[in-house]
């Protein structure tokens, strides 16, 4: 009885590992991000020990297809098969690792709140690491296009092509995070940022995923972009990023 128990708790999916932390002296509470079961946090028995058949698959920025039991605060990882191992290549990079490490932290608050999103946000993530670990992009690139997109996926897609407020054509020389993003003259309340239009140009660019017109920006824009993608992202999940502070901006 209590085997055919355990067999019906047990669900095969593949995950991202966003985060892990340490438990007793040999196991690990892995955070995941899954592909149909949304955001997971498991233990994996034992992952600490050498002797461990998947100590290095459950590792963060990884993608492993797993075999995990159901249990009542925590799941168990039972067997974990690498799929991506995106963060090798990821790890031995200061820049791409700082990067990685907040598309992850946005991905767990996203998903932790919102968990009808959570497939796509699963396909942006894995996205941004594979792009990440490949150099397919210049990282800050790749991070704040993430960060646009998954915010866009949540729900609180920006606007820069027309007013956030009140819908006029743009393009418009003001910026309002609280409003949903560019704003026109008539809109624009005070304190409201006025970034140059090759900055609003450029935030277009990485919410669309245009990389030919991201990629050939130039270093004024991406940092000024930078900052106005960090405040959209605090202002609507109403905390700052710990990681985010650590990521180098050229």
């Known amino acids: 009885m209590s085997n055919r128990s355990f067999a019906s708790r047990t669900y095969r999916d593949q995950g991202v590992i966003l985060r892990t932390h340490k438990l007793g002296e040999a196991d690990r509470i892995i955070t995941l991000l899954?592909?149909?079961h949304g955001q997971i946090r498991a233990v994996a028995k034992g992952v600490r020990r050498t002797s461990s058949k998947f100590g290095a698959v459950l590792e963060p920025f990884m993608v492993a297809d797993l075999q995990l039991v159901s249990g009542r605060s925590l799941d168990i990882v039972t067997q974990a098969q690498m799929v991506g191992p995106y963060g090798r290549d990821i790890a031995a990079d200061y820049t791409k690792y700082t990067s990685a490490a907040a598309i992850c932290e946005t991905a767990e608050k996203l998903t932790d709140v919102?968990?009808?999103?959570?497939s796509a946000q699963y396909g942006l993530v894995i996205g941004a690491l594979s792009a990440l670990s490949r150099s397919v992009h210049a990282p800050e690139l790749i991070l704040d296009s993430y960060l646009l997109r998954a915010l866009a996926t949540a729900?609180?897609?920006p606007s820069f092509d027309q007013c956030a407020r009140c819908g006029a054509p743009g393009p418009h020389s003001a910026f309002n995070a609280p409003l949903g993003g560019a704003v026109c003259h008539d809109c624009r309340p005070p304190g409201s940022a006025s970034?140059?239009?090759?900055?609003?140009?450029?935030?277009?660019?990485?919410l669309s995923a245009d990389w030919p017109a991201a990629d050939a920006s130039a270093t004024g824009p991406r940092r000024e972009a930078a900052g106005l993608v960090a405040?959209?992202?605090?202002?609507?999940?109403e905390r700052t990023l710990k990681s985010l502070k650590h990521v180098e901006r050229v």
């Open 195 to 206: 970034p140059a239009p090759q900055t609003m140009e450029l935030l277009a660019a990485l």
């Open 34 to 36: 899954t592909k149909q």
């Open 114 to 118: 919102d968990g009808e999103s959570a």
């Open 231 to 237: 405040s959209y992202l605090q202002w609507h999940l």
């Open 155 to 157: 729900g609180w897609a």
